[in-house]
């Protein structure tokens, strides 16, 4: 009877060892996993507050707006070539008889107008830019219902697309679809502005590229009621 109770009590000492070292096993691999979890994560950043940091702030649409019309003030050349994209260039849309046209370059001079027999007119703006309705010019009454530099930035020009279409109907340019198409994408990120002048208007597009302003149509046909 004795040795009966002391192999039953044998049995239950080792069963309690063994489930204490059961135990502490769990509880050692818990600590170790907690601890490689911890030391082989990487540490969380905000991607947002360092694209934030390394990107460049853009220049305002009125900020742009004005540097031009300052470069045309000064007839400064290199100031308005820093607003000229050299793989968009710029589009010079004017009136040689009836019918308007348009030219393309990739920079600005202005000891050399287009078309050579018209200047580049030298403005003495000092004012502040309207956001809203652009000026009219009234060729009867040879005047604009309004004066004052205006950008419409809630409609996109089509002046150039359109030249481009009536070239192709009344002078046979063979302008193609796919350069019509081109003309009208860059339209689309496009503002007209337009600085009224009884002598010297100045008619431009101001465009959007990745984020930054770039001068793309000079208008010298609207405004001249001559043909």
Same mark, same amino acid.
């Given at each position: 009877?004795?040795?009966?109770?002391?192999?039953?009590?044998?049995?239950?000492?080792?069963?309690?060892?063994?489930?204490?070292?059961?135990?502490?096993?769990?509880?050692?691999?818990?600590?170790?996993?907690?601890?490689?979890?911890?030391?082989?994560?990487?540490?969380?950043?905000?991607?947002?507050?360092?694209?934030?940091?390394?990107?460049?702030?853009?220049?305002?649409?009125?900020?742009?707006?004005?540097?031009?019309?300052?470069?045309?003030?000064?007839?400064?050349?290199?100031?308005?070539?820093?607003?000229?994209?050299?793989?968009?260039?710029?589009?010079?849309?004017?009136?040689?008889?009836?019918?308007?046209?348009?030219?393309?370059?990739?920079?600005?001079?202005?000891?050399?107008?287009?078309?050579?027999?018209?200047?580049?007119?030298? $403005? !003495?703006?000092? #004012? &502040?830019?309207?956001?809203?309705? @652009?000026?009219?010019?009234?060729? %009867?009454?040879? *005047?604009?219902?309004?004066?004052?530099?205006?950008?419409?930035?809630?409609?996109?020009?089509?002046?150039?697309?359109?030249?481009?279409?009536?070239?192709?109907?009344?002078?046979?340019?063979?302008?193609?679809?796919?350069?019509?198409?081109?003309?009208?994408?860059?339209?689309?990120?496009?503002?007209?502005?337009?600085?009224?002048?009884?002598?010297?208007?100045?008619?431009?597009?101001? $465009? !959007?590229?990745? #984020? &930054?302003?770039?001068?793309?149509? @000079?208008?010298?046909?609207?405004? %001249?009621?001559? *043909?």
């Amino acid at each position: 009877m004795v040795k009966k109770i002391l192999g039953v009590w044998l049995i239950a000492v080792f069963l309690f060892s063994s489930c204490n070292r059961t135990a502490e096993k769990k509880e050692s691999q818990l600590d170790s996993i907690d601890t490689i979890a911890k030391d082989t994560l990487p540490i969380p950043s905000d991607s947002t507050d360092t694209i934030q940091e390394q990107a460049p702030q853009g220049e305002s649409l009125d900020a742009a707006i004005m540097n031009i019309i300052q470069a045309f003030n000064k007839q400064d050349s290199k100031a308005l070539n820093n607003y000229i994209d050299k793989t968009v260039g710029y589009y010079t849309i004017y009136r040689p008889g009836v019918q308007a046209i348009y030219t393309h370059a990739v920079a600005f001079d202005f000891n050399h107008p287009i078309p050579d027999y018209y200047p580049y007119p030298h $403005t !003495n703006f000092l #004012g &502040k830019i309207t956001i809203g309705q @652009l000026p009219v010019y009234d060729c %009867g009454k040879e *005047a604009w219902n309004k004066k004052g530099l205006f950008c419409n930035n809630k409609q996109h020009p089509t002046e150039l697309s359109h030249t481009a279409k009536f070239m192709n109907e009344i002078s046979d340019a063979k302008i193609s679809n796919a350069e019509i198409q081109k003309l009208k994408a860059l339209e689309a990120k496009s503002y007209r502005v337009i600085l009224t002048d009884k002598n010297a208007p100045l008619i431009f597009h101001i $465009t !959007n590229k990745n #984020g &930054k302003w770039i001068f793309t149509v @000079l208008d010298r046909a609207y405004g %001249g009621c001559d *043909a």
